[in-house]
């Protein structure tokens, strides 16, 4: 079964600085999107960026980067110049056709 | 980006009784549509997978008489929880595929059963 999974429960970061939120998946599936998930205190869960695993450049939008390893089934994000918006628990998750898994977040913490 | 939406976006009820969620695919059409139930400071869990002009698909674990999927259209969804107790009190959240891959989001609906 696929299994999402995010080590960092809480994480904090300076405002303007740079911060990057861990996740590693397992799958034997060779064709699959991963993505990043925000979730602010109003619950609404925004997507951040997605990354095709067939695709080797890593996906970029903005302020926010992967860094995609799919040998190692390693699935970072890197959000550079922080800003207080960027508070919010982040969710790693896994798609395949209709399945979806979702790690278990990151509380990203900004601080003024 | 596609949007979902959902109401209530908050509701109370009385013990026993049922609620009725709605989610709405708003400018695109949704065959499939998700629920998820979220405790506080928890990631979220797939309860089921609506299909239009079919059976919902539950996770184990899920009393399919407790929580009714209908999906009546292709912009529709709802979960109606039935019999409500306190223990059903949670935050759900309902989302559709767009594209071949990507899940939006509904905003979510709290339920608190007195």
């Known amino acids: 079964a696929q299994t999402v999974t995010q080590s960092q429960p809480e994480m904090s970061v300076q405002e303007a600085e740079t911060v990057t939120l861990s996740c590693t998946y397992d799958?034997?599936?060779?064709?699959?999107?991963l993505f990043w998930y925000k979730q602010p205190p109003s619950r609404q869960m925004i997507l951040v960026i997605r990354?095709?695993?067939?695709?080797?450049q890593n996906a970029t939008e903005n302020r926010f980067s992967v860094n995609f390893q799919k040998a190692a089934k390693s699935f970072s994000l890197k959000i550079s110049d922080s800003q207080l918006g960027d508070a919010a628990m982040y969710f790693c998750a896994y798609g395949s056709g209709n399945q979806f898994y979702f790690g278990t977040g990151t509380s990203l913490t900004v601080i003024p | 980006g596609a949007v979902v939406s959902q109401h209530p976006s908050w509701v109370i009820c009385k013990s026993g009784t049922s609620v009725k969620i709605e989610c709405r695919s708003l400018d695109f059409q949704a065959t499939t549509m998700f629920w998820y139930r979220q405790f506080p400071k928890q990631s979220l869990m797939l309860m089921a997978t609506s299909n239009e002009g079919s059976k919902a698909t539950y996770e184990q674990g899920v009393e399919k008489d407790k929580f009714l999927i209908n999906h009546a259209s292709l912009t529709l969804s709802t979960l109606t929880v039935t019999s409500a107790h306190p223990e059903d009190s949670s935050f759900y959240i309902c989302s559709a595929p767009w594209g071949s891959d990507t899940q939006y989001f509904g905003p979510g609906t709290r339920l608190t059963v007195l």
């Open positions: 799958t034997s599936e060779s064709d699959y999107y």
């Open positions: 990354q095709e695993a067939y695709k080797q």
